[in-house]
């Protein structure tokens, strides 16, 4: 349990804390599945020390993936790491039925929790926000953590629809990627209950002063070593030296942000000596200029 980064929410039972990179999926060249090798990235970062994984996340592709190549990546990532560190896997759907569908797999297989993002494309109200989570919640016995991003989403959790799902009995905690630092501190600060996940790299160190847990990081899928270190440093309650990784986060970021969005990840992956094939489309990746730009970024980095 952390010394000194704030604790998990007491009604956790998976007591999630630390570094929880939102795994990659693995693809051939053809862009068909490559569930071996989505398996290997899960055991690159829990061998680097990361404290969870967390399959089908955005940098895991998922609302590109069927149904049945979801379910795939779960078993697949379970089975490499499960048991070693708590797996939590993507479930969300745009439907509540797709949704509960996936999260009953994931649990069937042994993922510790679910991931349930907001459903997305069409408006939901907090009504509809809660009984979704509640639908879901019910059809598994295991942890379910909300996962809110609007700006993929479109669709924002007040702090009044936060606090009627911390009424949901198994509903252990939020990865907030929403940037919103007031709107994250005052739900903080409002359920201790829950732990919350800084779910921005330009929010760890920050998101640990908030009071977050633990950290999604991008930055983790390709450098877990630092991101590790920020959360360790902080831990060690010195405070500077975390600060000073975070500084080196944001460069990391802004490298892994050059040419066409989430590009950067596996490019720099592939640079680092991991290849986990192309993004699937309509996702694609760097072009030569940017390739080589985002080598020079990283080992001026030293990360190469």
């Not at 970062?45 to 993936?65: I, K, M, Q, R, S």
């Not at 797709?98 to 993922?111: M, R």
């Not at 959790?157 to 799902?165: D, I, M, N, Q, R």
């Not at 490298?255 to 990840?265: E, F, S, T």
Request: hydrophobic content about 45%.
């Amino acid at each position: 349990m952390p010394t000194h980064a704030p604790a998990p929410g007491s009604g956790d039972p998976l007591g999630l804390h630390g570094v929880v990179p939102p795994v990659v999926t693995a693809f051939d060249a053809d862009e068909s599945l490559d569930a071996d090798t989505t398996a290997d990235h899960a055991r690159m970062v829990v061998d680097a020390g990361v404290h969870g994984v967390f399959p089908l996340g955005t940098n895991g592709e998922f609302p590109l993936l069927t149904p049945s190549e979801r379910d795939r990546v779960v078993t697949a990532v379970v089975d490499e790491v499960g048991g070693e560190v708590p797996v939590i896997a993507g479930v969300g759907a745009p439907s509540t039925r797709q949704t509960v569908a996936h999260a009953e797999h994931a649990a069937s297989v042994g993922a510790d929790g679910v991931v349930v993002v907001t459903p997305f494309y069409y408006p939901l109200d907090g009504t509809a926000a809660v009984e979704h989570y509640r639908r879901v919640a019910a059809a598994v016995d295991c942890p379910v953590y909300v996962y809110h991003i609007p700006s993929k989403t479109g669709n924002e959790l007040s702090l009044e629809t936060l606090a009627a799902l911390a009424e949901i009995d198994t509903l252990a905690g939020v990865k907030d990627s929403s940037k919103d630092v007031p709107w994250l501190g005052q739900a903080v600060d409002a359920h201790p209950e829950l732990t919350f996940l800084a779910g921005s790299d330009s929010l760890l160190a920050p998101g640990l002063d908030v009071g977050c847990a633990g950290l999604v990081s991008a930055v983790a899928n390709v450098a877990p070593e630092l991101v590790v270190g920020l959360y360790e440093a902080y831990d060690e309650g010195d405070r500077e030296r975390a600060r000073a990784r975070q500084s080196t986060v944001y460069e990391v970021r802004a490298a892994l942000k050059r040419g066409p969005y989430m590009a950067g990840v596996k490019a720099a992956l592939g640079l680092r000596g991991f290849d986990a094939g192309p993004l699937r489309s309509p996702l694609r990746g760097l072009d030569d200029d940017d390739r080589a730009a985002l080598e020079a970024d990283l080992a001026d980095l030293g990360l190469l």
